[in-house]
Nanobody, 124 residues
Framework: QLQLVESGGGLVEPGGSLRLSCTAS????????IGWFRQVPGKEREFVAS?????????YYRDSVKGRFTISRDNAKNTVDLQMNSLKPEDTAVYYC????????????????WGQGTQVTVSS
């Protein structure tokens, strides 16, 4: 059974950092494009970052997180991580990871597999 589980969320002050992990089971994430998304109550889920399949895959970010967030793979751990630095209150959301064989589907938010989400709250 293919499954994604997010971890690493929490409460952090503005300017702080968090590292989210998306752990895959039942499949090898290196063969899938992986994306991170976020959602706040009353709004649609939005794309945050993606990494294409295979080691050293290309990355892509939404403009508001460029230079602050970094997506990366750890193939030994079967995870795709999202390092978030210089966090802002507007980054507060539930963060989800999603996987699909096609990068275009990930970047459109139409993935085959979703995790359950992890809450990130940026507040003083």
């Amino acid at each position: 059974q293919l499954q994604l589980v997010e971890s690493g969320g929490g409460l952090v002050e503005p300017g702080g950092s968090l590292r989210l992990s998306c752990t895959a089971s039942g499949f090898t994430p290196n063969y899938f494009a992986i994306g991170w998304f976020r959602q706040v109550p009353g709004k649609e889920r939005e794309f945050v970052a993606s990494i294409s399949s295979r080691t050293g895959g290309s990355t892509y970010y939404r403009d508001s997180v460029k230079g602050r967030f970094t997506i990366s793979r750890d193939n030994a751990k079967n995870t795709v991580d999202l390092q978030m630095n210089s966090l802002k209150p507007e980054d507060t959301a539930v963060y989800y990871c999603g996987a699909d064989r096609y990068l275009t589907q990930v970047q459109a938010g139409r993935v085959a597999y979703w995790g359950q989400g992890t809450q990130v709250t940026v507040s003083s």
